[in-house]
């Protein structure tokens, strides 16, 4: 147990609509990152936050947006879904932005997309 | 973007051999990790690299980060069934000591042992 807790672990919906994913970080930790695992693009990561303002910006779409929160944890919106979204999402902790530190992953909330 | 090329796709052995698995880079890392993630489970760090030429122990596992700092290799001696998994390599990009968070992912190595 990585101590990181996503919701809900796993969601089914349809094209076109709108999901929030959450994530509650290790107990400490002020960075948050988001992470996509697909099939064809294998893990990507999507976003860092650290102690509430955005970080880092990978391969996220316009679709997709996050934030994290006063209580450090964090949601990721992923809406108008398409089949492509269908992903397992990954957030991960840490305690700061030093490259020293290990980055706890969570569990992941696995989107199906029909 | 960068790239990280993982080799083998993967592996089928026998318990109690060794295994070696590597990564290659079109561009230079500061920091060389490797992950194994278990079915449905997120990725869980095995082994960190910070220095080029570094080679780093944890138990059977042992990782070396190149010295070009655009490769990495982990060895795992005398596998056992537990070691099944898919095992990714990461590199982190790094800016004055502050980590982007940007780990980027080899495309994972599927390992498979037969008791």
């Known amino acids: 147990d990585s101590g990181v807790t996503q919701t809900p672990k796993h969601l089914i919906t349809a094209t076109g609509q709108r999901v929030t994913l959450r994530c509650s970080p290790r107990s400490g930790d002020l960075s948050v990152y988001w992470y996509q695992q697909s099939l064809d693009q294998g893990l990507q990561f999507l976003i860092h936050y650290y102690n509430g303002e955005e970080r880092a910006k990978g391969n996220i779409l316009e679709r997709f947006s996050a934030q994290q929160f006063p209580d450090l944890h964090s949601e990721l919106n992923l809406s108008s879904l398409e089949l492509g979204d269908s992903a397992l999402y990954f957030c991960?902790?840490?305690?700061?932005?030093?490259?020293?530190?290990?980055?706890?992953f969570g569990p992941g909330t696995r989107l199906l997309v029909l | 973007g960068q790239q990280l090329n993982q080799s083998p796709q993967s592996m089928f052995i026998q318990e109690g051999e060794d295994v070696s698995m590597n990564c290659t880079s079109s561009s230079i890392f500061n920091t060389w990790l490797w992950y194994k993630q278990d079915p449905g489970e997120g990725p869980v760090l095995l082994i960190a690299?910070?220095?080029?030429?570094e080679l780093t122990s944890n138990g059977r596992l042992t990782a070396q980060f190149g010295i070009t700092r655009k490769d990495s290799f982990l060895n795992i001696s005398a596998s056992i069934p537990s070691d099944v998994g898919i095992y990714f390599c990461?590199?982190?990009?790094?800016?004055?000591?502050?980590?982007?968070?940007?780990?980027?992912f080899g495309q994972g190595t599927i390992l498979t042992v037969h008791p």
């Open positions: 991960a902790s840490s305690p700061g932005t030093s490259v020293k530190e290990t980055q706890y």
């Open positions: 690299l910070y220095k080029a030429g």
């Open positions: 990461a590199g982190l990009e790094n800016a004055g000591g502050t980590s982007y968070g940007k780990l980027t």
